[in-house]
């Protein structure tokens, strides 16, 4: 679309398509049938997705090949009987071919199936990619949600030696209702080869494309690690019957970035203006996910998704609003800003829903250093290592906490991802220098698809206790084996509204599990 043709050479196609991994096609640029020639049918090229379901309908996401109108059918059964239609945009070169069109009008808490077709402008129709979605139930009943991120990092990407990434597969079928995203869904700063070879001496291999065959600058090349993503079977499959709930990190855009940085001379950027280079990843963003932004409290990304009155969910968006890496200490620190600080405080006060789920895309208590500034003191989330009072972008945090201990807000859980391994952390005043908070939990998952490491030492300002940890023996560990990649699972039951997490391996085996009981307030 647009001109951009994403690069899978016709030997990479040829290996990778013998094992059913690439099922999309390389793209041409988007053009119209002339005169004389015959009609070419639209293509459905990285399969469907839905996101941010509501009690009624949740919004279909596709892309196409070629300028074509999107339609969608929904109906009761596989059969489609007595199916509803409804007409999305157009799908043109501005967008990339991608759209979206949030249906309505339907049953709550109901399995919906659904069709999506393309109409070419000559009237020519796509063949129909089909999926399955849930709409939000609005009375008490039994909720299963996944959450993790870190999609295709350190080199490691899709593998036709495994079958690609099957850890999405796993996560299928144990029949999740939700699934948030936590955020690093592309590694647009990590390059991909045809093969890696890991210490051991075995070898990693990828399928590659141009996009991924180096750091993505342009708004093309940001594209292309999202289609490169979707050419995996496990994942369309996965993004067909689960509804996604969306957040981003970092490497959408570049290592630690934040607003205002530059990127090291050092990592051979054309483009170093990590603003510029965010507005570009931005943009694909919004293209290639099944979210609209319209949809956001400001009009970007963090925003509440009710899932009936045993659950709402938080999606923060701890990127846009932070301030610089440094040394973390200022008074006036920001990690949320001060609008997001209050719509979070002011959201969870005022939530009728028995259980509140705050998807934060960087961890509260975990020390993160931003590596990509040697021989400097610089943190990359809320964390500074100080355990004393809260200071720098922990000042956030703890009006936070202080206002969901004073407005009497129970049952606030937080889940995370970004650290690229498994961890339960339990907060409690009793062991913190800040202690002006009731005591919660943090659940952290991840990787997806990606080199893990960890784990992390924790900060004493909040008084976090890491109950479980689960990280490999050696740092950037392969995907190879699958022992230390990870995602989380969530359970609300709907007669006795407890809630138990699971922290799963790929294969889907439990690690750990926590149960919470609902408090009273």
Same mark, same amino acid.
């Given at each position: ?32 049938? /002339? ?12 399969? +469907? ?12 996401? =596709? ?42 009008? &339907? ?8 069709? $999506?077709?393309?109409? %070419? ?10 999926? +399955? ?11 299963? &949600? ?17 079958? %690609? ?42 399928? $590659? ?20 993503? &979707? *050419? ?30 530059? $990127? ?17 990843? #931005? ?57 997001? *600080?209050? #719509?979070?405080?002011? /959201? ?26 040697? %021989? ?6 809320? !964390?500074?290592?100080?355990?004393? !009072?809260?200071? %720098?972008?922990?000042?956030?945090? =703890?009006?936070? &906490? ?9 049952? +606030? ?21 800040? *202690? ?15 080199? !893990? ?17 689960? !990280?490999?023996? $050696? ?47």
């Amino acid at each position: 679309m647009s001109g951009s043709n994403f690069g899978f050479t016709r030997r990479t196609l040829l290996r990778t398509s013998a094992l059913g991994l690439v099922a999309a096609p390389a793209l041409a640029a988007c053009s119209s049938d /002339g005169p004389g020639l015959v009609r070419q049918r639209p293509v459905l090229t990285h399969g +469907v997705a839905v996101g941010d379901p509501r009690s009624d309908g949740a919004l279909i996401w =596709a892309r196409s090949d070629r300028p074509a109108k999107l339609i969608v059918e929904t109906a009761a059964t596989e059969s489609f009987t007595d199916a509803k239609r409804f007409t999305g945009p157009l799908l043109t070169p501005g967008s990339d071919g991608t759209g979206r069109v949030r249906v309505n009008g &339907l049953p709550a808490g109901q399995q919906v199936h659904y069709r $999506v077709t393309l109409e %070419g402008e000559d009237g020519a129709t796509s063949e129909a990619v089909t999926g +399955v979605f849930r709409t939000v139930p609005t009375s008490p009943s039994t909720i299963k &949600l996944q959450w993790s991120g870190d999609v295709v990092g350190q080199g490691y990407g899709i593998n036709p030696d495994l079958g %690609g990434m099957k850890i999405f597969s796993a996560m299928a079928a144990r029949d999740p209702h939700l699934f948030i995203h936590s955020g690093d869904s592309i590694y647009a700063d990590g390059p991909l080869k045809e093969s890696v070879t890991l210490p051991d001496g075995r070898v990693w291999r990828n399928v $590659v494309s141009e996009p991924k065959s180096a750091v993505a600058q342009t708004l093309e090349q940001f594209r292309g690690n999202y289609a490169y993503n &979707l *050419t995996d079977q496990n994942y369309r499959r996965f993004n067909s019957s689960v509804a996604q709930i969306v957040q981003w990190d970092d490497h959408e855009t570049v290592n630690n970035w934040y607003p205002g940085g530059q $990127v090291a001379a050092t990592k051979g950027y054309t483009e170093r203006s990590m603003d510029t280079l965010a507005t570009r990843s #931005w943009q694909a963003f919004h293209e290639w996910m099944p979210l609209d932004p319209k949809e956001a409290v400001d009009g970007r990304l963090y925003r509440k998704i009710s899932y009936g009155p045993l659950l709402d969910v938080f999606v923060l968006d701890m990127r846009t609003y932070k301030d610089t890496n440094d040394v973390n200490t200022r008074p006036d620190g920001h990690i949320f800003g001060a609008a997001q *600080t209050k #719509w979070l405080i002011e /959201g969870l006060r005022d939530s009728k829903a028995t259980w509140k789920i705050v998807a934060n895309d960087l961890p509260l208590g975990l020390v993160v250093k931003d590596g990509e500034q040697p %021989g400097t003191t610089a943190y990359e989330g809320p !964390a500074n290592a100080d355990p004393g !009072a809260p200071s %720098g972008r922990e000042t956030e945090i =703890a009006q936070v &906490l202080s206002a969901i201990k004073a407005n009497k807000v129970g049952n +606030v859980v937080w889940l995370t991802a970004d650290v690229h391994y498994s961890a339960a952390h339990r907060y409690s005043p009793e062991r913190a220098a800040f *202690t002006d908070f009731d005591e919660f939990w943090e659940f952290v998952s991840g990787p997806l698809n990606a080199g !893990a490491f960890g784990p992390n030492p924790l900060d004493a300002t909040f008084g976090p206790e890491a109950v479980f940890v689960h !990280a490999p023996p $050696v740092q950037n560990a392969s995907p190879l084996d699958g022992a230390f990649q990870h995602f989380g699972e969530v359970l609300i039951d709907g007669a006795s509204r407890e809630l138990t997490v699971n922290l799963c391996d790929a294969s889907g085996s439990v690690l750990f599990s926590q149960r919470l009981a609902p408090a009273s307030r």
